[in-house]
């Protein structure tokens, strides 16, 4: 009853979507409790986030930049979701300047590392992660790389859990290693960077970009109507082929692609990626470029609107309906 509602008419995505069933209020009695039935207690006291937000307070007092270095074990669950909760708190959705809060952990860092973290919040993790890390990112940044005395290859060995970038929105993930199954599932705007991937890559994806510098499992692409992703020395075969094309990087967006790989070098130290850079003009060639058919039709539509002088989203939505 406190919601305000209005018709699914402002974008493109969401042309002729019809909520009204799911806010039906089901007829039950009116005297049956609705919410907060039982009291729960989820352990937030002992999360570690409170220790991160007593130690970034001059940042969200005053915007000072601080740099905090904590431990991190598998039982400590969404690290950073609470403080990142903080700075929104403070600032509103648009968060803090980039790396204003900057963690590093070391450690191995239980589930859902960054969840929803926002705007100014960088954590680097110094080991290894569980699932679900950057779960529903929001502008923050995420970096991981093995210990500083591991002596494993990174780009051989698994170092992060499933469904990492689930839903993302916005941010950075930079993983130095392996990961599970269903990385970036749902991402619709974050970029993300990491030296291999298992099952289900890019699954559903909608937006963001992703660059995998290593192998991919099978079914990559699955459901993938937006964003771009680029795969060094990718098997066609692993790829889901219902929704999307291989194609090779065209030359404008070679720039962007070694920006982010360089980025990536800087934060992580990969190898890989030195690897690459070291002679980029040959590498170039091994990458392929993921496009969603329906997605390249929009990009189309708007560098038509550019090129003309017209309002970009009146022309995808003429696309959109036919």
């Given at each position: 009853?406190?919601?305000?509602?209005?018709?699914?008419?402002?974008?493109?995505?969401?042309?002729?979507?019809?909520?009204?069933?799911?806010?039906?209020?089901?007829?039950?009695?009116?005297?049956?409790?609705?919410?907060?039935?039982?009291?729960?207690?989820?352990?937030?006291?002992?999360?570690?986030?409170?220790?991160?937000?007593?130690?970034?307070?001059?940042?969200?007092?005053?915007?000072?930049?601080?740099?905090?270095?904590?431990?991190?074990?598998?039982?400590?669950?969404?690290?950073?979701?609470?403080?990142?909760?903080?700075?929104?708190?403070?600032?509103?959705?648009?968060?803090?300047?980039?790396?204003?809060?900057?963690?590093?952990?070391?450690?191995?860092?239980?589930?859902?590392?960054?969840?929803?973290?926002?705007?100014?919040?960088?954590?680097?993790?110094?080991?290894d992660s569980n699932d679900y890390l950057g779960k529903g990112l929001s502008g923050g940044r995420i970096i991981l790389r093995p210990d500083e005395n591991s002596s494993f290859e990174s780009s051989e060995n698994v170092i992060a859990g499933n469904v990492?970038?689930?839903?993302?929105?916005?941010?950075?993930?930079?993983?130095?290693?392996?990961?599970?199954?269903?990385?970036?599932?749902?991402?619709?705007?974050?970029?993300?960077?990491?030296?291999?991937?298992?099952?289900?890559?890019?699954?559903?994806?909608?937006?963001?970009?992703?660059?995998?510098?290593?192998?991919?499992?099978?079914?990559?692409?699955?459901?993938?109507?937006?964003?771009?992703?680029?795969?060094?020395?990718?098997?066609?075969?692993?790829?889901?082929?219902?929704?999307?094309?291989?194609?090779?990087?065209?030359?404008?967006?070679?720039?962007?692609?070694?920006?982010?790989?360089?980025?990536?070098?800087?934060?992580?130290?990969?190898?890989?990626?030195?690897?690459l850079l070291g002679n980029w003009e040959e590498n170039l060639s091994r990458f392929s470029m993921i496009l969603p058919r329906d997605y390249a039709?929009?990009?189309?539509?708007?560098?038509?609107?550019?090129?003309?002088?017209?309002?970009?989203?009146?022309?995808?939505?003429?696309?959109?309906?036919?």
């Amino acid at each position: 009853e406190a919601l305000e509602t209005k018709l699914a008419v402002d974008h493109w995505k969401a042309s002729g979507l019809d909520l009204a069933p799911l806010l039906k209020f089901p007829e039950i009695s009116k005297d049956s409790i609705r919410m907060n039935t039982k009291v729960q207690d989820h352990g937030l006291a002992a999360a570690l986030d409170n220790d991160l937000i007593v130690k970034a307070k001059p940042a969200l007092e005053s915007r000072e930049p601080v740099k905090i270095s904590a431990t991190v074990r598998n039982g400590n669950r969404t690290v950073g979701t609470m403080l990142g909760s903080e700075i929104t708190r403070h600032f509103g959705s648009g968060g803090l300047p980039k790396n204003t809060i900057d963690i590093s952990l070391h450690g191995s860092a239980g589930q859902s590392l960054g969840a929803f973290i926002p705007n100014g919040l960088t954590i680097r993790l110094f080991g290894d992660s569980n699932d679900y890390l950057g779960k529903g990112l929001s502008g923050g940044r995420i970096i991981l790389r093995p210990d500083e005395n591991s002596s494993f290859e990174s780009s051989e060995n698994v170092i992060a859990g499933n469904v990492i970038g689930y839903g993302a929105t916005t941010g950075e993930i930079y993983i130095r290693g392996v990961v599970g199954e269903r990385f970036c599932v749902r991402n619709s705007g974050a970029t993300a960077v990491v030296e291999g991937v298992g099952d289900h890559g890019c699954e559903y994806m909608t937006g963001g970009t992703v660059i995998i510098l290593g192998k991919t499992g099978r079914n990559f692409g699955a459901g993938m109507s937006g964003g771009i992703a680029y795969v060094l020395d990718l098997d066609p075969l692993n790829v889901n082929p219902e929704m999307v094309d291989i194609l090779s990087i065209p030359t404008e967006r070679t720039t962007e692609v070694k920006n982010l790989i360089s980025n990536f070098e800087t934060e992580t130290q990969s190898i890989v990626a030195r690897e690459l850079l070291g002679n980029w003009e040959e590498n170039l060639s091994r990458f392929s470029m993921i496009l969603p058919r329906d997605y390249a039709r929009i990009l189309a539509v708007i560098a038509r609107a550019e090129r003309e002088g017209k309002p970009a989203d009146e022309l995808v939505m003429e696309a959109v309906n036919g």
